[in-house]
Nanobody, 116 residues
Framework: QVQLVESGGGLVQAGGSLRLSCAASGDTFCFSAMAWYRQAPGKERELVAVITSGGSTNYADSVKGRFTISRDNAKNTLYLQMNSLKPEDTAVYYC??????????WGKGTLVTVSS
């Protein structure tokens, strides 16, 4: 079992920055991938960024050049640095972890609101 707790969301003006964190606890010794998803009101959940166990990263086209995913293995924490935020980035952001045996775990989400 893995428990995930996101933090760092809030209200920010367009052009501003936020850093989201996702703290993992429990059976945290082996991850195959960690990712951030988001879900805006009335829309489906979408992948924002992913980082593999090897450190490879991939981003949604809509956030490339503005968001950076990273992890601190010693702290079992995943991060999402979000710069140049736009109103369309407003959503609930979720952390997802896929452990080595294939099970996936989700956090409960943190709300990001970007005002124009």
């Amino acid at each position: 079992q893995v428990q995930l707790v996101e933090s760092g969301g809030g209200l920010v003006q367009a052009g501003g920055s936020l850093r989201l964190s996702c703290a993992a606890s429990g059976d945290t010794f082996c991850f195959s991938a960690m990712a951030w998803y988001r879900q805006a009101p009335g829309k489906e959940r979408e992948l924002v960024a992913v980082i593999t166990s090897g450190g490879s990263t991939n981003y949604a086209d809509s956030v490339k050049g503005r968001f950076t995913i990273s992890r601190d293995n010693a702290k079992n924490t995943l991060y999402l640095q979000m710069n140049s935020l736009k109103p369309e980035d407003t959503a609930v952001y979720y952390c997802k972890v896929v452990v080595c045996h294939g099970m996936a775990y989700w956090g409960k989400g943190t709300l990001v609101t970007v005002s124009s």
